[in-house]
């Protein structure tokens, strides 16, 4: 199933099981023996993240269920870089010419995801491999679903990612908490009295993954991102009982609508801030078919705040926002949002020539980005990757009655637990060193630290 030889089709190009079948042996963990799927998978990818590591991980034999389950696939940069064909470090750039040569999805006749299709009476959600990730969960949740629905006045499709509670085996409760596009398109179906129709995708090639992860303008067809990065138009099928395409190579689609007016309880949930939260907009999805391969593979993302999570959820957004920035302050060098701040936390690096162009920067940073609370700007010889280096720039070259500033009561996003009704306090340090400062950081010259490297990766 998980075939380690290479495919030239377009379709297996752009299928989930193709990817991970290059991966190298040394990329995966797999796991042969019977586990039961809910907690244990979680936990092991939580302690692969405390020892620093960061492989895919395919459980052959789930405890209870026949489809076997890839998960981990997004815990490392270096790995989502490649996925787009980047070098490690290269993956803005990739991004950036993605969203200026978007690439039209084209729909075909035939996919693998509709070689067995199930519809009505024969629908039952709860024989996928789907699990309960915290202890507190309210239930067994897809996190790694990517929702597909289309803007009811243009029909332009929609990616996006929505937690989703099983709650029988033709309904899931439903929480649209970012207020993104889907929300939207589902008020205006409400206003109209008709329900969204919505199909949920499970298991593609990681690039339509990380396309569904961006914030991007309503116009746009993420579809036509993911087949940028691939260098291929991504092929869709119509779903059978919904006016909705889907990829045609995926494995598992969910097939539905999210009802027009109806709200039920669902959560509690455990989310990207380390947090288990009630918060939802207690939506209703209700399943019309199920359509996968002949013997799929279920993709899961562990949800809260493991590195997989978040990477993903910053890959594009570190893009977007690096480079709108850049347009404005040419001194940027680089911007990371670390884990340790889920996503609320961002550091920049900068090289200046004028003082106050730091301060610039840093309110054009929390104006790009409504989820951010903190910002540090360091200067260019300070490793953004590298936390430690943050903040011995903030112990080195930061003054607090002279370097920071607050804005109160600023938008923001409503996950935050400290949040006040929807509210938080943006603070911005500036971490660079005057332009005439004397202080001269202590090195090593560059050959003698290429020597040190080199010689490091042979034993």
Same mark, same amino acid.
């Given at each position: 199933?998980?075939?380690?030889?290479?495919?030239?089709?377009?379709?297996?190009?752009?299928?989930?099981?193709?990817?991970?079948?290059?991966?190298?042996?040394?990329?995966?963990?797999?796991?042969?023996?019977?586990?039961?799927?809910?907690?244990?998978?979680?936990?092991?990818?939580?302690?692969?993240?405390?020892?620093?590591?960061?492989?895919?991980?395919?459980?052959?034999?789930?405890?209870?269920?026949?489809?076997?389950?890839?998960?981990?696939?997004?815990?490392?940069?270096?790995?989502?870089?490649?996925?787009?064909?980047?070098?490690?470090?290269?993956?803005?750039?990739?991004?950036?010419?993605?969203?200026?040569?978007?690439?039209?999805?084209?729909?075909?006749?035939?996919?693998?995801?509709?070689?067995?299709?199930?519809?009505?009476?024969?629908?039952?959600?709860?024989?996928?491999?789907?699990?309960?990730?915290?202890?507190?969960?309210?239930?067994?949740?897809?996190?790694?679903?990517?929702?597909?629905?289309?803007?009811?006045?243009?029909?332009?499709?929609?990616?996006?990612?929505?937690?989703?509670?099983?709650?029988?085996?033709?309904?899931?409760?439903?929480?649209?908490?970012?207020?993104?596009?889907?929300?939207?398109?589902?008020?205006?179906?409400?206003?109209?009295?008709?329900?969204?129709?919505?199909?949920?995708?499970?298991?593609?090639?990681?690039?339509?993954?990380?396309?569904?992860?961006?914030?991007?303008?309503?116009?746009?067809?993420?579809?036509?991102?993911?087949?940028?990065? $691939?260098?291929?138009?991504?092929? %869709? &099928?119509?779903?059978?009982?919904? /006016? *909705?395409? +889907?990829?045609?190579?995926? =494995?598992?689609?969910?097939?539905?609508?999210?009802?027009?007016?109806?709200?039920?309880?669902?959560?509690?949930?455990?989310?990207?801030?380390?947090?288990?939260?009630?918060?939802?907009?207690?939506?209703?999805?209700?399943?019309?078919?199920?359509?996968?391969?002949?013997?799929?593979?279920?993709?899961?993302?562990?949800?809260?705040?493991?590195?997989?999570?978040?990477?993903?959820?910053?890959?594009?957004?570190?893009?977007?926002?690096?480079?709108?920035?850049?347009?404005?302050?040419?001194?940027?060098?680089?911007?990371?949002?670390?884990?340790?701040?889920?996503?609320?936390?961002?550091?920049?690096?900068?090289?200046?020539?004028?003082?106050?162009?730091?301060?610039?920067?840093?309110?054009?940073?929390?104006? $790009?980005?409504?989820?951010?609370? %903190? &910002?540090?700007?360091?200067?260019? /010889? *300070?490793? +953004?990757?590298?936390?430690? =280096?943050?903040?011995?720039?903030?112990?080195?070259?930061?003054?607090?009655?002279?370097?920071?500033?607050?804005?109160?009561?600023?938008?923001?996003?409503?996950?935050?637990?400290?949040?006040?009704?929807?509210?938080?306090?943006?603070?911005?340090?500036?971490?660079?060193?005057?332009?005439?400062?004397?202080?001269?950081?202590?090195?090593?010259?560059?050959?003698?630290?290429?020597?040190?490297?080199?010689?490091?990766?042979?034993?």
């Amino acid at each position: 199933m998980f075939d380690r030889t290479s495919r030239s089709s377009c379709e297996e190009q752009q299928s989930l099981r193709n990817y991970v079948g290059s991966l190298p042996t040394e990329d995966i963990i797999r796991i042969s023996d019977p586990i039961d799927i809910d907690h244990v998978p979680t936990a092991l990818v939580l302690e692969l993240e405390s020892r620093r590591r960061t492989p895919v991980v395919l459980i052959d034999r789930p405890i209870g269920f026949e489809t076997p389950i890839v998960t981990n696939l997004f815990a490392s940069r270096d790995r989502i870089a490649r996925m787009v064909g980047a070098e490690p470090g290269g993956f803005n750039e990739v991004w950036a010419k993605a969203l200026a040569n978007l690439l039209p999805a084209r729909i075909v006749d035939h996919g693998a995801v509709q070689e067995v299709v199930r519809i009505g009476a024969e629908v039952d959600a709860a024989t996928l491999p789907i699990s309960r990730h915290f202890e507190k969960d309210a239930g067994r949740y897809i996190g790694s679903g990517i929702l597909v629905c289309k803007d009811p006045d243009t029909g332009t499709r929609n990616l996006s990612y929505q937690r989703l509670q099983l709650k029988g085996p033709n309904k899931f409760g439903a929480s649209l908490h970012s207020r993104g596009h889907i929300w939207e398109h589902l008020q205006r179906c409400e206003a109209r009295g008709r329900n969204l129709e919505v199909a949920i995708v499970i298991g593609v090639h990681p690039a339509i993954n990380i396309a569904a992860a961006a914030k991007v303008a309503m116009e746009i067809d993420e579809f036509e991102i993911a087949g940028a990065l $691939l260098g291929q138009p991504i092929e %869709l &099928v119509k779903c059978k009982t919904i /006016d *909705v395409e +889907v990829p045609a190579q995926a =494995e598992i689609v969910i097939e539905g609508e999210i009802l027009a007016g109806e709200h039920e309880d669902e959560g509690p949930y455990g989310e990207y801030t380390g947090y288990s939260t009630f918060r939802s907009t207690k939506n209703v999805f209700v399943v019309k078919a199920i359509t996968h391969r002949a013997t799929p593979i279920f993709h899961d993302i562990i949800p809260g705040y493991s590195m997989e999570h978040l990477l993903l959820g910053r890959a594009a957004k570190e893009a977007h926002t690096f480079m709108r920035l850049k347009e404005m302050v040419p001194g940027l060098k680089a911007l990371n949002f670390p884990k340790s701040g889920t996503h609320f936390h961002a550091y920049m690096s900068f090289k200046k020539t004028a003082e106050g162009q730091v301060r610039h920067a840093l309110m054009l940073l929390l104006g $790009l980005d409504s989820y951010l609370k %903190l &910002v540090v700007a360091v200067d260019e /010889d *300070v490793n +953004v990757f590298n936390e430690e =280096e943050v903040l011995w720039a903030l112990a080195t070259r930061f003054q607090a009655d002279t370097d920071m500033f607050m804005v109160p009561d600023v938008f923001c996003n409503r996950l935050d637990p400290s949040s006040r009704d929807g509210m938080s306090a943006k603070l911005a340090l500036d971490a660079t060193a005057p332009l005439n400062s004397d202080a001269e950081r202590a090195t090593v010259p560059p050959e003698a630290a290429a020597w040190a490297r080199s010689f490091l990766d042979r034993h």
